[in-house]
């Protein structure tokens, strides 16, 4: 059991860095100059990892707790699905939502 804990962990970290990834692609999108799109998605991930680092990293300070932590984690990768669906990337989307639920449901029921 204990691979597949990890495996979950690695998982965990994954969809989190698509999170980020999916705020570069809908700035990417954007049908502006190259240089614009890049500044749009990078201006627009770091407002999200700024939000997770504060409120729900392992080893942030103030870290959410219970129904807080996990309203807050619905609402965080949510936001990236709906910007992979913006960007115009609805399997993508679906399979962060889907992988999203998945792994967090193991991470609930094994303590993660």
């Given at each position: 059991?204990?691979?597949?804990?990890?495996?979950?962990?690695?998982?965990?970290?994954?969809i989190e860095?698509?999170?980020?990834?999916?705020?570069?692609?809908?700035?990417?999108?954007?049908?502006?100059?190259?240089?614009?799109?890049?500044?749009?998605?990078?201006?627009?991930?770091?407002?999200?990892?700024?939000?997770?680092?504060?409120?729900?990293?392992?080893?942030?300070?103030?870290?959410?707790?219970?129904?807080?932590?996990?309203?807050?984690?619905?609402?965080?990768?949510?936001?990236?699905?709906?910007?992979?669906?913006?960007?115009?990337?609805?399997?993508?989307?679906?399979?962060?939502?889907?992988?999203?639920?998945?792994?967090?449901?193991?991470?609930?029921?094994?303590?993660?």
């Open positions: 059991m204990a691979p597949l804990k990890a495996f979950n962990l690695l998982v965990l970290l994954v860095l698509a999170v980020l990834g999916a705020a570069v692609a809908f700035g990417w999108h954007l049908h502006a100059p190259v240089a614009a799109r890049l500044a749009v998605g990078v201006l627009l991930a770091l407002p999200f990892a700024l939000a997770w680092g504060l409120a729900a990293a392992p080893r942030a300070k103030n870290r959410l707790t219970g129904l807080r932590l996990a309203g807050f984690e619905v609402l965080w990768f949510a936001a990236g699905a709906a910007l992979l669906l913006a960007a115009g990337h609805p399997g993508w989307a679906a399979a962060l939502g889907m992988v999203t639920l998945g792994s967090k449901s193991l991470a609930l029921a094994w303590g993660q």
